[in-house]
């Protein structure tokens, strides 16, 4: 599949730069960057080096043969992102992005995190190539992340805590891009997700395109056979475009993003289920599905996973919602704690909450289908960082384990 939309900056109607006229020229320049880099041998061969000394990759499939017995039907399998260096998906991007930050002759990097992991990945790819990092977080998330923010500031990295509005990630973006135009000519904006201006959506996508390319070629090598569904958790949505490109074409298989329903569906700011609830609008650059308030404006949102709670969602994805290619779905907080927990239980594997989600619908449908079918679930981190907020809820008396 190209990497290039259909319309320069678009995916379909979405995408796009609605952006101060102070940004479009540094985002061309990022554009042509990228055109020059994509596709030369030089650029490649060290991407692919740092991708399998430094990240690790490839990492493995993995069947979880003892969930799947326990829930009959069909099998699950993982994509082990999760067995990267620092624990997640997100450092195939930060790789990409910080060599083509050298590549612009940029010494400063900025990034926005929710969870904590592509704070941790940008913090640590800054530290392998020497430049000085700052990373913007909610308070809310510090709070949750507090183990991430630590691993940030080991690394050498500034982590500047937002105290406006919700405290999370939307505030955290808003201050990045803040700082972003006022350090235009010396700072590379290192964008976590699928999300924002063009040409930002199609940069990540190309790095993290890496996840389906590595395991398709791994199902059919040991399964002799594609999965029949592909499933993959999505807030802004870089693990699942990543996940879903190498198999867009491969209209057999099954693809379903899992957003977070919080603490319910019905519940205004309970959820942060854009493609479900939400409508088209512009946040942060771009125009996608928003979740919104009576006023036009991003609504609150709510996840039990720190890296989910979004407004918005990549406009790539909201292209493949409209064409059905994509079925979307949701998952509870209750639910994704009951994966989390069955999978720690069944597989001696501990997911991150955001991956959690993924794995609540394959548990969901597994016991539906027959036991040739396979799903393949993307799993996008590890579980450390959210250990003990599901503590919490153990003590609580909401959980048993």
Known sequence: MSDTP??????????????????????????KAFEECRDDKAFNEEMQYYLAHYVGRPNPIFLCANLSRELGGARIYLKREDLNHLGAHKLNNTIGQILLARHMGKRRVIAETGAGQHGVATAAAAALMGMECVIYMGEEDTRRQ?????????????????????????????????????HIDTTFYLLGSAVGPHPYPTIVRHFQSVISREARTQMLADEKALPDYCIACVGGGSNAIGMFAAFLEDASVKLIGVEPAGRGLDKFGGHAATMTKGAPGVLHGFYSYLLQDD???????????????????GPEHAMLKDSGRVQYESATDREAVDAFLALSRSEGIIPALESAHALACAVRIAPTLGKDKRILVCLSGRGDKDVQTVADLVDAGQFAI
Not at 163 to 177: F, P, W, Y
Not at 295 to 313: N, R
């Open 6 to 31: 259909a319309q320069e900056g678009y995916f379909g109607p979405y995408g796009g730069q609605f952006v101060p006229e102070s940004l479009i020229g540094p985002l061309n320049a990022i554009s």
């Open 146 to 182: 507090a183990l991430n923010v630590f691993r940030m500031r080991m690394m050498g990295a500034s982590v500047v805590s937002v105290a406006v509005g919700q405290r999370t990630l939307k505030e955290a973006v808003d201050a990045a891009i803040e700082d972003w135009i006022s």
């Open 295 to 313: 006023k036009g404006e991003a609504a609150p949102v709510h996840s039990i996973s720190a890296g989910l709670d979004y407004p918005g969602v």
